[in-house]
């Protein structure tokens, strides 16, 4: 009998999208959804589809870029040696997160003092092929879930890894199982999740890769390998490119750890997040988007967006920080292919904020709908909205031309 996990049939990808990441269901022993395991794919022919440490940094890069449902549970991710030591990982929430250590990674003391510490940060870490060797025992010390692989161990074998594990607070994860045989076998052992073809095979997200400026992450690489680090430097190069402004706020919106708090600025962010997380997120965002991504007429619109937003924000009393973001997220759902309403869950922002961008009546929506009139050159339309900011129509017109004039600049950098 199928779990009901596999009902819901997931949207085939564009044929141009070359954001992927499979994801295959964990369920429990009644068949409820525990998390899932993620899975780096790639269109055909691409050698990083081959390369352990570039599909771990993509999957770390394009699971936090694709909005994951609230309701996914934890995320189990395969983790190279170098993705542990070097903090990649950490880009992604650790109250969700399962680091799957790989069966060839060698416990050596950088990497157990690495898993500690982000054991203190709240990851959770699971051992992958786990075979049942001496050597491999300070891993069990570190673990919640040990991996089974069914298909490629037999009964004396698996006997062996539980009896190494006993006594530890863990549980057994059975992978690969792909018949009800399979899984009464797997309960009579002990094994508490299950993953496997007999619930479902894995699906496929795709998400639309921004397009970016990439010399901007170059310049912010630059920026922030100097030290002290200029905050206001740092904070106009993450405004020039949509991709990054995203980033950033995934990135605090990570780091919030289930709080209540505001973000209004990619400045307050930055503050939250530190120097040394926004470093980690600028490596795996370039290690991603070396290979392509150019200037694009939605990304002009983004940006003339972003920049009117904010030179329109003194007239009517608000924060130009705020008015900026508020333009600049207005066309993510655009960007990402993805709802604005997936969206708006997986951001922190201000409640008014977040109320435009839904579509709710208040000052900041009417800043929104001048902006769409202003687009469609519905000079007519304009009337009560350029009496809402207490400007005329041509003083409006010069508004607009300059963000058009600055946009136009940023790109050309």
Known sequence: MHSAVDARVEPTPPADARRFVGRQPIVDAQSRLFGYELFFRQEEGDASARDPEA????????WSMLVPDRACGFAFVNCTRAALVDGIVTLLPASTTVLEILEDIEPDPVLLETCHALRKLGYRFALDDFSPEPSRAPLIELAEFIKIDFLASDAASRREIYAMAAGQRLRFLAEKIET???????????????????????????????????????????????SPTDLAEIEQLVMSDPSLCYRVLRLANSALHGLSREITSVRSA??????????????VAVASVLAG?????????????????ELLAPAIGAPPAELYLLGML??????????????????????????A?????????????LVHRLESCAWKECEDLLAFAGLSESAVSALYLEAVQWAAATLRV
């Open 357 to 369: 961008l839904g579509g709710k009546p208040g000052p900041f929506f009417r800043v929104l709908e």
């Open 270 to 283: 930055l503050l939250m997040v530190g120097d040394d997380a926004v470093r980690r997120m600028v490596s």
């Open 180 to 226: 009800g045989e399979d899984m009464r076998s797997a309960c009579a052992e002990g094994c508490s999740l299950f993953q496997g073809y007999f619930f479902s095979r894995p699906v496929t997200l795709a998400s639309h890769p921004i397009p970016q400026n990439r010399l901007v992450y170059l310049r912010l690489l630059a920026a922030l390998q100097r």
């Open 293 to 309: 991504g150019v200037a694009t007429p939605v990304l002009s619109m983004t940006l003339v967006r972003a920049r009117f937003c």
């Open 55 to 62: 599909a771990t940094r993509r999957v770390v890069d394009y």
């Open 330 to 355: 207005s066309l993510l759902d655009v960007l990402l292919s993805t709802s604005i309403d997936r969206i708006l869950e997986a951001l922190p922002v201000a409640v008014e904020m977040k109320a």
